[in-house]
């Protein structure tokens, strides 16, 4: 008996000894993220779950500096979210940012944004245990505790008051691939079915009922996606479009998002039969960019809806000429311009010179390469861009053209507008095959994880 005692202590105390041996470190995670405006926000905690707890680091280009703690989630009361956050056991008070920004969230998504004290990050920095308390719609609670990387990442970034000081843990949160215009005058309601109708009529208008998009929209045209039914540029992968069309008090602003939608399987084998099969394991959805080197075929999915939606502008609003016209390359034919590798990169080149309604390009000849727009090297701006500094703008420009003979030139440019003429019904267009439309709820099928930044300020415009 003596000797099976001395054993178990001897097996426990071994045991103990490795456990402790190869016990896992959890670093943590903090993630970085930078606005169009030059704000950096770093951020971490439990990010993508439900609840979301999440530190926030703001740091504004102008050198301003504040926190945030956001908490989010689809599980509390739906008509007021009450959150209670507990630090190593004891409910600790937040006080609500009142000032910051309301933006539209997917159904039954609550988030409240929470301003952070000096007490706040030091009892984070100094914490053993965190839990977030859900009061639930139907009276009870729920606790859930933030364990392991999201504990440690949470401590971490409380500590944390330059950019500098958490970069040995920062992940880059990468940019969707978004077109984003302005159409004066118009609702959402006109521009969703003018867009459809770009996307399955252009350029032949009449509708392929072999190959088109499937549009799903929201009732009020905000928000939709576009999925094509019969494309694939590469194994198991297709193109997938988000729209969200936000009405202003002069018009609407249109942005899209294109995505690759990945399908993932697996193998099984029936362990009864032994027979193997195929089954999808998983859909993720990933920023489809001119940078990932896609297939010929792929950079011209990125090209053609830059033109939609410049179809679409032009259409419904009107356009605005520079005098100039210029191209990827001094093409052929279309075929030649859709195989090349990379169809939607510099160099370009000009294809036509108006030097009658524009005095100031007498000097300038189709086949000159346009090397910069207001300054910005064309090199590092892919054909779309091109367009959204210039067509789509319709400000004054700043060209810098290059002739054969290698002399630069610099030529400012107002363009002319001309207001369209064009009355077309389009959403009686779209109800002759309505295979191609489907109202769904609102963010049915949203591509990415919900998630705003920079609760004081205007967000990511």
Known sequence: MLKKCVRLVLCLTLCSI?????AKEYLPEVF????NDGTIILYAGRVSEDPAVEFNRIFKADGEQYSALRIATSRANSENMNVDLILDGISYPLSIMEDARKDPLPPKLQQKWYKVSNELEEQLQKVQTISVRLHLSNGKSDNKDIKRTALQSLKFIASVHTIDDAKAYVKSIDKVTEFRIFIPNKKPADIAPALIYQANYYPLGKFNNSDYYQAKFSNDWTTGSFEDTDYIYEKYMFPYIWSELKEEKD???VSLNLFKKIYHYSTVTDKFTGVSFTRLSSINYESMKPSDKLHSQGQYELNMWAYYLRNIYTDLYGTYSYGLKWDMIAKKNSTEQERRDNWSTAP???TSVDGDDFKELRDISAGDQLVAINGKATDA????????????????????LRNKDGIEKEVTITPTFTPTTKQINYLEILNKDKRQLKHVDLYEGYPYDFRTYDPLGQGDV
Do not use: H
């Not at 970085?32 to 606005?35: D, G, K």
């Open 32 to 35: 970085e993220y930078v606005q």
């Open 348 to 350: 370009y080149f000009i």
């Open 18 to 22: 490795l456990q402790i041996g190869f």
């Open 251 to 253: 018009g609407t602003r």
């Open 381 to 400: 701006m892919y054909f779309y861009q091109t367009l959204m500094e210039t067509e789509y703008a319709g400000n004054p420009v700043v060209f810098t």
